[in-house]
């Protein structure tokens, strides 16, 4: 099969790595790509939220038989609406069910009826009355743009003075642009041991009858070490969470993971494609933080180089409404992730650094904002590409992976170097 995957970042390059080690894939595609992707897959230079130019280019590659669609913009837009009418086969949610991301608001409106649990929340559209609301309740509170920003649009605020000012930005001076034409104001949540170690993101392959959740991953959201600073895409990821047992699973799916599928089937937004959720464990059990409608970035990284069965055979029953007769399975040990990325990111930065790699062993190098220019790798985004490492524990794992790090360089590149210890626990 020829398989084209729509997206242009380290997760996008991830799953390309995972559909290559499939013996019944032929060719692989990736729409728009990057230098990463570039060495396993045909990059096509098309905009992918410009659906008419999408499908204009399927037309007229009638031997690409399935599409996975990555990146959250063009589900959000209803890519997959549009590309099963031209009778095309996708992985990925329509763009009823994609909401679920696309609208923080509904989300929370979603788990208030449904007795799905989550942090107390308002949504307001008006800034005169969401500042009063934010004076009323005082802080910490978090601040949450409705709509998509790059995983940037939510503000945890420590002193009132800081929610003010962040609900000025998003509201007001729109930092977040059109995402933050609403905004969800609510309670922040804290875990159990009050660190930000109580956070876990649990990835769930999903056909609308079936949902199997993958293994854990902790992402660190901060851009500096100690958990400081703004809120990025994420500086890395490990997998498995430290403290996710046999016995939480089992009470997430009963009381998040099953009620959300089973919530979005009777509100006719079938959900089929990976449901990613972003869990908090806290002294009220665990709650959900966030839900995304596709696999999350830079999770996917530490989760897919861990999975034993073919990734194309669970997309396909995905699709085809079989998932229950598939079974996954997964390799023992841990997978970690350092992000690298440019100097100044989340904020401004330069791109075109010639980028420099040496001796790598065996670990993986997953890209995301790299291109080739004059023939040299160059940066192209703010997180530049990821480091992944395996090994039988998290320690050796991320030992790996930053020997390596020390292999790669460019002009101000930047990284946390706490990935996997803030989180561990103990």
């Known amino acids: 099969m020829n398989v084209l995957v729509i997206g242009n970042g380290g997760r996008e390059h991830a799953i390309l790595l995972a559909l290559r080690k499939s013996k019944r894939v032929e060719k692989l595609y990736c729409m728009k790509g990057n230098a990463g992707t570039a060495q396993i897959a045909e990059n096509v230079d098309v905009d992918y939220m410009d659906i008419a130019a999408v499908k204009a280019y399927v037309t007229a590659h009638p031997e690409i038989d399935y599409f996975v669609i990555g990146a ?8 997959v609406d549009e590309l099963e009418a ?6 990925g949610p329509r763009k ?14 979603l788990m208030k009826k449904y007795k799905i649990p989550t942090a107390e929340s308002q949504t307001f559209d008006d800034y005169g009355k969401a500042l009063e609301y934010v004076r009323a309740k005082g802080a910490p509170i978090v601040l949450k743009a409705d709509g998509l920003a790059l995983g940037k649009g939510v503000l945890v605020c420590d002193t009132l003075e800081q929610a003010e000012e962040g609900l000025k930005e998003i509201m007001l001076e729109k930092t ?8 969800v104001i609510e309670e922040c949540m804290r875990g159990l041991k009050y660190t930000p170690g109580e956070e876990v993101s649990v990835l769930a392959f999903t056909d609308g009858k079936t949902i199997v959740p993958m293994i854990t991953a902790c992402d660190h959201k901060r851009v500096n070490d100690g958990d400081t600073g703004p809120n990025t895409g994420g500086m890395g990821t490990f997998s498995p969470c430290p403290f996710w047992t046999e016995k939480l699973e089992k009470q997430v799916m009963k009381k998040i993971m099953i009620p959300t599928m089973k919530a979005m089937n009777a509100e006719g937004r079938t959900f089929k494609g990976c449901l990613y959720f972003g869990l908090m464990r806290t ?17 996917t990284q530490v989760i897919l180089p861990m999975l034993k069965t073919d990734l194309l055979d669970v997309f396909e029953a995905v699709t085809e409404e079989r998932l229950s007769d598939v079974k996954i399975e997964w390799e023992d040990g841990a997978c970690v992730c350092v992000v690298l990325a440019s100097g100044g990111y989340p904020l401004s930065y330069a791109k075109g650094k010639k980028i420099t790699v040496g001796n790598l062993g065996d670990v993986s190098l997953v890209h995301a ?27 050796e794992a991320r030992g790996k992976a930053y020997a390596a790090v020390d292999n790669i360089d460019w002009e101000n590149k930047y990284y946390r170097k706490d990935i996997g210890i803030k989180y561990r626990e103990g």
């Open 176 to 183: 977040f642009g059109s995402a933050g034409a609403k905004v």
């Open 283 to 299: 002294d009220k059990g665990m709650r959900v933080v966030e839900y995304n409608s596709r696999f999350g970035d830079p999770e």
């Open 86 to 91: 031209m009778g095309k086969r996708c992985f």
């Open 96 to 109: 009823n069910a994609a909401v679920i991301e696309a609208s923080k608001a509904f989300a929370k409106e």
């Open 369 to 395: 904002g790299t291109a080739v220019k004059n023939g040299n790798l160059v940066t192209a985004g703010g997180r530049v590409m990821g480091v992944v490492a395996k090994g039988k524990d998290i320690e």
């Open 72 to 79: 959250d913009d063009p589900l959000a837009i209803g890519l």
